[in-house]
C-alpha cells in the first residue's frame, strides 16, 4: 500500500516514526530515508539503535528554503542566514544534486525487497520545491516489490499522488503554539 502523511499540522513524521516502530515489533525491517533534514533532531538517535533492522538516512542541508514571494518580509528577516529563498521554479542546482542522489539512494533501498516498510520522509516537500521530479517517484510507486509498504510524508503533497495513494491523512492544524513565539523544543518538534 501506499501511504501519504500530509497537511499543515504537526505529526506528519511522527506518525511514520509510530507506523515504523509498530512494524518493527511485527519483525518487519524499514527503511527511512529523511529528506531536507541533516542528523539534527532527536528521534534519529533513537531510530539508528534499531540497526540493522531499521536503516535511517537523511539527505538535505541545515537550512530552510523558500521561493521568492513564499515567506513575509518580517519571517524572513526572523529566519536570517538559515533560509536560502530562489527564485520560483529555479531552486539551487547543488540542493536539486543532492536531492537527486538520495532519491536514487532510496529507490535502489526500495526496490531491493530487503524492506517492509519504507518511509520518504518530507519527499512532499522536495516535490513541491521543485527540487525532485515527478517521474521518478511514480516510477518508484510503479516499480516498489507488492509486500513494501511506501509511506510518503511532508506538506503540499501533489494532487496526482493522493490520487495514486491508498491512504491519504490530511494533518490539519487547528492551533499551534508557534503563532505565540514558542520556538522549536528539544524532544517535541526537534
Known amino acids: 500500500m501506499i501511504q501519504v502523511y500530509t497537511g499543515t499540522g504537526k505529526g506528519k513524521t511522527t506518525a511514520a516514526i509510530g507506523l515504523?516502530?509498530?512494524?518493527?515489533?511485527?519483525?518487519?525491517?524499514?527503511?527511512?530515508?529523511?529528506?531536507?533534514k541533516g542528523l539534527a533532531?532527536?528521534?534519529q538517535e533513537v531510530l539508528r539503535g534499531f540497526a540493522p533492522r531499521l536503516v535511517l538516512e537523511t539527505t538535505g542541508k541545515p537550512f530552510f528554503i523558500a521561493a521568492e514571494g513564499m515567506l513575509t518580509p518580517?519571517?524572513?528577516?526572523?529566519?536570517?542566514d538559515d533560509?536560502?529563498?530562489?527564485?520560483?521554479?529555479?531552486?539551487p542546482a547543488d540542493y536539486v544534486a543532492m536531492i537527486g542522489d538520495g532519491f536514487r539512494q532510496a529507490a535502489a533501498a526500495v526496490k531491493s525487497g530487503d524492506y517492509g516498510l519504507a518511509v520518504l520522509d518530507e519527499v512532499n516537500v522536495a516535490l513541491f520545491f521543485g527540487l525532485l521530479d515527478r517521474a521518478p517517484?511514480?516510477?518508484?510507486l510503479d516499480e516498489a516489490p507488492p509486500d513494501t509498504e511506501l509511506v510518503l510524508t511532508g506538506r503540499n503533497a501533489p494532487d496526482w499522488l493522493l490520487e495514486r495513494a491508498d491512504l491519504v491523512t490530511d494533518m490539519r492544524e487547528v492551533r499551534h503554539y508557534y503563532a505565540k513565539g514558542v520556538e522549536a523544543r528539544r524532544g517535541i518538534e526537534n
Open 74 to 80: 518580517e519571517e524572513r528577516a526572523a529566519w536570517g
Open 20 to 36: 515504523a516502530v509498530r512494524s518493527l515489533g511485527a519483525g518487519r525491517r524499514i527503511y527511512i530515508m529523511q529528506f531536507m
Open 41 to 43: 533532531y532527536s528521534e
Open 83 to 91: 533560509v536560502v529563498v530562489f527564485p520560483p521554479g529555479k531552486p
Open 137 to 140: 517517484v511514480e516510477r518508484l
